[in-house]
């Protein structure tokens, strides 16, 4: 006959109990089981809770999903990072820096997909089995938005670190000229040469395109750039809609949400064929077009209807 712990004696009862009280109380965090997907998120700023949002929306309604916060700690993320490591779930959704660093060098043979990492190639993103999605849209689709919106502004002046956006700026060079624009870039180490710079450039320039490059983009510089673009009558072309909201002319947008979503389309792929390659960095996909028309106004600006 078979035994099942209720036709066990008293003392076989207790120690059956008792081992799988001890099995849950030593497992580090719960271990993931099979057929489970691991968030890891670098801390609670809202942008990365909208894009854990999305994702969790663009799954399966039968997936099991398991959460960590790290809390901005590394540390911390690194210990999370070898415990999926010892009790693998079926795939990582790796939300910022922090998380996709402790998933790099913590993970190896789980698929991971990140999101939410600006510069991910200085930081040596995607690995072998990792993919991601770019915080930043390409050049041409950048260029592509600031003709639809300035057609008749040639002249486009960057600000950036070569160490932060060299090469995307080296890109955007070549295909400046194909579209029939002059790109004028010129290059600071901090925020110190950002003052100069722009005595330097403004004469040049018509308008200026403000990258996502962390060497440029402050606290402080952003009500300097904003203003003095507003003073000298350049449009400002960026990445935020808040800076749109503060006097920028435009903006094409990443939604974290549909960043989200877009990293959910690629998990539904990858565990419907575990054997697709990984590697690749992936361009977010509808980014949004911001608009301010006062500022439109402002520069004699009018947009077409479409």
Not at 115 to 138: D, F, K, Q
Not at 242 to 256: C, E, F, I, K, N
Request: aromatic share 8%; glycine share 6%; net charge neutral.
């Amino acid at each position: 006959m078979r035994s099942t712990p209720s036709r066990l004696g008293p003392v076989f009862r207790i120690r059956y109990w008792w081992l799988i009280v001890c099995a849950l109380l030593l497992s580090p965090i719960s271990a993931v089981s099979a057929g489970e997907i691991a968030i890891l998120k670098s801390s609670d700023l809202p942008y990365y809770e909208q894009a854990v949002l999305g994702f969790r929306a663009g799954l399966p309604s039968p997936m099991q999903v398991r959460e960590y916060n790290i809390g901005g700690q590394f540390t911390q993320g690194r210990e999370i990072g070898r415990a999926l490591r010892a009790s693998p779930p079926t795939l990582v959704f790796a939300v910022g820096l922090k998380a996709a660093l402790a998933a790099k060098l913590e993970i190896f043979d789980t698929p991971v997909i990140f999101c939410m990492v600006l510069n991910p190639e200085s930081h040596g993103l995607p690995t072998s089995n990792m993919t991601g999605i770019a915080v930043r849209t390409s050049a041409a689709t950048q260029l592509t938005a600031i003709r639809s919106v300035m057609p008749d502004r040639r002249r486009i002046g960057v600000l950036y670190d070569e160490a932060q956006s060299g090469d995307f700026v080296r890109q955007a060079h070549r295909l400046a000229k194909q579209s029939g624009f002059e790109l004028v870039p010129v290059a600071v180490r901090s925020q110190e040469d950002l003052a100069p710079a722009v005595r330097t450039l403004f004469p040049k320039i018509d308008a200026l395109w403000l990258l996502q490059d962390q060497t440029v983009i402050s606290e402080s510089s952003i009500p300097f750039l904003v203003e003095s673009t507003i003073d000298a009558k350049i449009a400002l072309f960026t990445f935020s809609s808040t800076l749109v909201q503060q006097g920028a002319l435009g903006a094409l947008v990443v939604d974290p949400w549909a960043v989200g979503q877009q990293a959910a389309r690629l998990a539904r792929t990858q565990l419907d064929d575990p054997t697709k390659p990984l590697g690749a960095l992936h361009e977010p996909e509808y980014p949004q077009l911001a608009l301010n028309l006062n500022t439109a106004e402002y520069l004699g600006l009018r947009f077409a209807p479409d």
